[in-house]
């Protein structure tokens, strides 16, 4: 399976502010997923991104919310802008070998005070 | 979509012993069940999975079964050890949407 690279691993931020999160494969890939996990939680797909065309977003997320990049088919990102405390949570990318597979970065840790 | 029900939410076990985590999924049409296992401050990390024509997978210590009637599948950690303790995610993808589904997570604790 390709290695994903995921940065930052952690960060405090203010409220009001964005940050955004980089995800890095090592190989090509079609389709790159990036999830939410809450404290203690299971994980929630936040959006499918496809390169060259516009992510795709489950129900209870939106674009201005989380926008997505997907320049090229070894990189994408994904931003948490205007964040309040409960944006507070552990953001994850993956992509699949094959169409099930799962593979994951080792996670991006967000407090937000 | 689908649905997938976790349980236990924690566990904990003697050094040796077994454990076992239960799945529930709602939709027939889901085929592929992987099991994660997430330590503390990483990302998920899949230890093994079955698809639906196939009843039990094992791979060492670990064993999947499947029963697509009762739409349930169950994770069998044999001979535990302490390294064995994280969180447990069950999951499934449906034919249609190839999307993964995630159970609640289990969190296994394994006493020395």
């Known amino acids: 399976s390709a290695v994903i690279s995921q940065k930052p691993s952690r960060d405090i931020c203010q409220r009001g502010t964005s940050l955004t999160i980089q995800c890095q494969v090592d190989s090509q890939v079609t389709m790159m997923f990036w999830y939410r996990q809450q404290p203690g939680q299971s994980l929630t797909l936040i959006a499918t991104?496809?390169?060259?065309?516009?992510?795709?977003?489950e129900s209870g997320f939106v674009i201005d919310k989380f926008p997505i990049s997907r320049p090229n088919l070894t990189f994408s990102t994904l931003t948490v802008s205007n964040m309040s405390p409960e944006d507070s949570s552990i953001y994850l990318c993956s992509h699949h070998r094959g169409d099930t597979e799962a593979f994951f970065g080792q996670g991006t840790r967000l407090t937000v005070v | 979509g689908e649905n997938v029900e976790q349980h236990p939410s924690t566990l904990s076990v003697q050094e040796g012993d077994s454990a076992v985590i239960k799945c529930t999924y709602s939709d027939s049409a889901s085929n592929y069940f992987p099991w994660y296992k997430q330590e503390l401050g990483k990302g998920p990390q899949l230890i093994i999975d079955?698809?639906?024509?196939?009843g039990e997978k094992k791979d060492q210590r670990i064993a999947v079964t499947l029963n697509k009637t009762a739409k349930h599948f169950s994770l069998h950690i044999t001979e535990t050890q302490p390294e064995d303790s994280a969180v447990y995610f069950c999951?499934?993808?449906?034919?249609?949407?190839?999307?993964?589904?995630f159970g609640s997570g289990t969190q296994l604790t394994v006493l020395p």
């Open positions: 991104a496809n390169q060259g065309s516009e992510a795709t977003y």
């Open positions: 999951a499934a993808v449906s034919g249609s949407a190839r999307q993964l589904t």
């Open positions: 079955i698809r639906s024509n196939v």
